[in-house]
């Protein structure tokens, strides 16, 4: 199975930009998407951001433009730049792996915005 570790949540000022990453452990040669989910105080988790090892690439309608994934299949890593972060991006960030049947999850890294 794979294990999969998030860090670089933290508290940002509005405007202000974080750097997540997310390293995979185990048995990492199965994954096919890699990527971000989100859950805000109160909502249901929703998709971030995802990429997969044909670098198809999908986006949340309310962080295109702003946040950008990057994927290293060599070193099972998957990075999420934010930048220009607003107060609802406030959430836990989970990192995500999926291979054909099966969907793995960190624990998540919280990211508060605020001033």
């Known amino acids: 199975q794979v294990q999969l570790v998030e860090s670089g949540g933290g508290l940002v000022q509005p405007g202000g930009s974080l750097n997540l990453s997310c390293s995979a452990s185990?048995?990492?040669?199965?994954?096919?998407?890699m990527g971000w989910f989100r859950r805000a105080p109160g909502k249901q988790r929703e998709l971030v951001a995802t990429?997969?090892?044909?670098?198809?690439?999908n986006y949340a309608d309310s962080v295109k433009g702003r946040f950008t994934i990057s994927r290293d299949i060599a070193k099972n890593t998957v990075s999420l730049q934010m930048n220009s972060l607003k107060p609802d991006d406030t959430a836990v960030y989970y990192c995500?792996?999926?291979?054909?049947?099966?969907?793995?999850w960190g624990k998540g890294t919280l990211v508060t915005v605020s001033s």
């Open positions: 185990g048995d990492p040669f199965t994954i096919y998407t």
């Open positions: 990429k997969t090892t044909d670098n198809y690439v």
């Open positions: 995500n792996a999926r291979d054909y049947a099966i969907d793995y």
